[in-house]
């Protein structure tokens, strides 16, 4: 299993520009999450999905858009790059059925700099 | 959200023993404790969960006081490759709960190990 895999690695933007995070997990998982770092920092949820066609927001959603059309991918849309989304992006994944709960597995993440 | 308390930072010794605590002092019935960890410039892994009882596993041990206000993550021997922040986590089990599945880092404990 390749797990969670993230592209691009690196990315510079330019104020204004838009932008796609790719994720993609070959595990099953049913829960894909998308979380943001700033430098110094612990992890903050941006969005999160339960499942294909469901998402919600996390702690900072603005700014931000998902979808999640297969179980396997999880895509994070910027539309209007501005400077505070210079961040780095990790996705997870993991696997909830029933109560019980297997331990979110993290991708290498995505290093984003808007100028 | 419950919170967690960590001290920023922490030092060892390689092949010593490491005990990294945490306070968790409103943490609810359903709330399970759970430790990641980032090494630099990768992604968290997962190390160690539980809920009431101490856990062992091939990584860590996880001590859970009686009271379940705090818990203490035990390395039992470190090493240079266990250098990281250490993310002490909980987790709503409550299956019907909107938190469900979420994870809410904080900045966690600096851990050096010097050789």
């Known amino acids: 299993n390749a797990g969670v895999t993230q592209t691009p690695k690196f990315r510079i933007l330019k104020i204004g520009q838009s932008m796609t995070l790719q994720c993609a997990q070959d595990?099953?998982?049913?829960?894909m999450y998308w979380y943001r770092q700033d430098p110094g920092m612990g992890l903050k949820l941006i969005y999160y999905?339960?499942?294909?066609?469901?998402?919600d927001k996390g702690e900072v959603p603005n700014g931000y858009n998902v979808s999640r059309s297969t179980t396997e991918d999880f895509p994070l849309r910027l539309e209007l790059a501005a400077p505070s989304q210079t961040s780095v992006y990790f996705c997870?994944?993991?696997?909830?059925?029933?109560?019980?709960?297997?331990?979110?597995?993290f991708g290498p993440g995505t290093r984003l700099t808007v100028l | 959200d419950a919170k967690t308390t960590q001290p920023n930072s922490m030092e060892s010794n390689e092949e010593e023993p490491v005990h990294l605590p945490c306070n968790h002092s409103?943490?609810?019935?359903?709330?399970?404790i759970h430790w990641y960890r980032q090494l630099p410039s990768q992604g968290p892994e997962y190390v160690i969960h539980?809920?009431?009882s101490n856990v062992n596993n091939r990584m860590a041990s996880l001590a859970i006081a009686e009271d379940r206000k705090s818990s203490t993550l035990i390395l039992h021997r470190a090493t240079l490759r266990d250098a990281a922040v250490y993310y002490c986590?909980?987790?709503?089990?409550?299956?019907?709960?909107?938190?469900?599945?979420?994870?809410?880092f904080g900045q966690g404990t600096i851990l050096t190990v010097h050789p």
């Open positions: 997870a994944s993991s696997h909830l059925w029933g109560g019980s709960y297997n331990e979110q597995f």
């Open positions: 595990m099953n998982h049913n829960y």
């Open positions: 999905s339960v499942g294909a066609g469901i998402t």
């Open positions: 409103t943490i609810s019935g359903t709330d399970y």
């Open positions: 539980g809920l009431t």
């Open positions: 986590i909980l987790r709503d089990g409550d299956a019907g709960g909107t938190s469900y599945g979420k994870l809410t």
